[in-house]
């Protein structure tokens, strides 16, 4: 059996995108911002890893648990296509 704890998402718009999903009540999560080698405590230096300060910019956790019903999962769902389909229009 799979068991998925995450369900994360890219979008170069991130930001905005939860804007919309949270003033439709859908809570997300940015994870991995900022990227890890970027964090304080862990020391690492001044690397410069392009491609992951690029997609921590646009990762997005959807929610996802047991007991989220079907209905519930096609209103994220359809949130995000609401949204995308505007941003391709504007």
């Keep these: 059996h799979d068991i998925f704890n995450s369900y994360v998402i890219c979008h170069p718009q991130r930001d905005a995108l939860a804007a919309?999903?949270?003033d439709r009540g859908i809570e997300t999560f940015?994870?991995?911002?900022?990227?890890?080698?970027q964090h304080v405590g862990l020391n690492l230096g001044h690397c410069h890893l392009p491609?992951?300060?690029?997609?921590?910019?646009?990762?997005?956790?959807?929610p996802i648990y047991p007991e989220m019903s079907d209905p519930q999962v096609?209103?994220?769902i359809e949130a995000i296509i609401e949204f995308c389909q505007s941003t391709e229009k504007g």
Excluded: G
Aim: hydrophobic share 45%.
């Design 20 to 22: 919309h999903l949270r």
């Design 30 to 37: 940015s994870h991995w911002w900022p990227p890890v080698h």
């Design 51 to 62: 491609v992951t300060e690029a997609l921590s910019a646009q990762v997005l956790s959807l």
């Design 74 to 76: 096609e209103y994220v």
